[in-house]
């Protein structure tokens, strides 16, 4: 079955990081390109991040472009989302979710997503 | 960017009701489209992919149609599981975009 398990600190100061983790279990991860997505409060979904199965290319909305890095680590089946500088605006659940298929398209739908963590940004 | 705009933003329909959502791309997409359901408190679920192909395990009663820049996703027999918030995504080019989502509610 496949889990995509997202941690990382709820409470956040304006200008302040944080680093969110996504475990994946119950398939192959290095192949799959891997997303964040994010939802503000009674909002709709908002494509943050994508990055390759290979993790050498790497894609980012204009909105966090500077401020975020995506990375993994495909020996710890592990997604990451290194959040700087961030702003009240970036108050979201964050979601984690599975490219549907490992082609070299980096693009797909999202088939499996994690069940979110909330990142709150204020003083 | 490409804009998704999907309409209506909600709907109120009931059991039986037959249900089309509309999702209008500003470019067109050459049915690079999904359709997700998302319930409250839970992460979206990948409903259709390709503008028109069922993901695994979705009911039959979920169908999606369209070309170029216009799509839709149709229920056919609205059931109670049904009642959710629906969105479309372009994943033709980046940045990847989201419709607005459809709230569909209970009559």
């Known amino acids: 079955e496949v889990q995509l398990l997202e941690s990382g600190r709820d409470l956040v100061r304006p200008g302040g990081s944080v680093r969110l983790s996504c475990v994946a279990s119950?398939?192959?991860?290095?192949?799959?390109?891997m997303n964040w997505v994010r939802q503000a409060p009674g909002k709709g979904l908002e494509w943050v991040s994508t990055?390759?199965?290979?993790?050498?290319?790497?894609y980012y909305a204009d909105s966090v472009k500077g401020r975020f890095t995506i990375s993994r680590d495909n020996s710890r089946n592990t997604l990451y989302l290194e959040m700087n500088s961030l702003r009240a605006e970036d108050t979201a659940i964050y979601y984690c979710?599975?490219?549907?298929?490992?082609?070299?398209?980096?693009?797909?739908?999202?088939?499996?997503w994690g069940q979110g963590t909330l990142v709150t940004v204020s003083s | 960017d490409i804009q998704m705009t999907q309409s209506p933003s909600s709907l109120s329909a009931s059991v039986g009701d037959r249900v089309t959502i509309t999702c209008r791309a500003s470019?067109?997409?050459?049915?690079?489209l999904a359709w997700y359901q998302q319930k409250p408190g839970k992460a979206p679920k990948l409903l259709l992919y390709?503008?028109?192909r069922l993901e695994t395990g979705v009911p039959s009663r979920f169908s999606g149609r369209g070309s170029g820049t216009d799509y839709s996703l149709t229920i056919s027999s609205l059931q109670p599981e049904d009642f959710a918030t629906y969105s479309c995504?372009?994943?033709?080019?980046?940045?990847?975009?989201f419709g607005g989502g459809t709230k569909v509610e209970i009559k």
């Open positions: 119950g398939f192959t991860f290095s192949p799959f390109a």
């Open positions: 995504q372009q994943y033709y080019s980046t940045p990847l975009t």
């Open positions: 979710a599975k490219a549907r298929l490992s082609t070299s398209h980096d693009f797909q739908p999202l088939d499996y």
């Open positions: 990055i390759r199965g290979s993790g050498d290319g790497t």
């Open positions: 470019q067109d997409i050459s049915l690079s």
């Open positions: 390709a503008a028109s």
